[in-house]
């Protein structure tokens, strides 16, 4: 089975900086669906970074298909643990 890598308490206000951005694009409650998982999972927080990366270079289209595939993660985040 592989090891599931867990996000570290150093990257925690990093998430906090751009939960600030994603709540001016994204439902409120999806991303604090969002950041509970990026602060468990490092393939959330990792997808948070892409997110602010394609925000910041104004690259819409990306933005959304990251929301889509965190939409997916988090999808099956819920059936893993369930």
């Excluded at 604090?32 to 948070?48: N, Q, R």
């Amino acid at each position: 089975m592989s090891k599931i890598l867990k996000t570290n308490s150093k990257h925690y206000a990093f998430i906090d900086e751009i939960v600030k951005k994603m709540k001016k694009n994204c439902e409120e409650n999806f991303v604090d669906e969002v950041v509970k998982a990026a602060k468990e999972y490092e393939g959330m927080f990792d997808l948070m970074i892409l997110w602010n990366e394609a925000e910041e270079a104004g690259y819409v289209s990306e933005e959304e298909e990251i929301v889509i595939d965190l939409q997916k993660c988090l999808c099956d985040i819920k059936r893993f643990n369930s």
